[in-house]
């Protein structure tokens, strides 16, 4: 039983790591600025990383919810 709470509480700290980088990646995006510049424009990086993030919390709220 510890194991599953250790799960789930490292589970819901990477929804927050997750989170928070699609925030900031929205911030740039209104900014105009890139967050990784990884030397694509800024308009699809920023929208690359929303979207990759936005799959990683439905992935996540997924392995939460069959628990």
Partial sequence: MGDDKRNVLLLVLMLIVFAIIF???LAGLEHG?????????VF??????????L?????????IYKR
């Fill in 55 to 63: 799959g990683s919390i439905m992935r996540i709220v997924w392995e």
């Fill in 33 to 41: 600025e890139s967050l990784f510049n990884i030397g694509i424009p």
């Fill in 23 to 25: 925030f900031l990646a």
């Fill in 44 to 53: 699809f990086e920023n929208w690359l990383i929303m979207f990759l993030s």
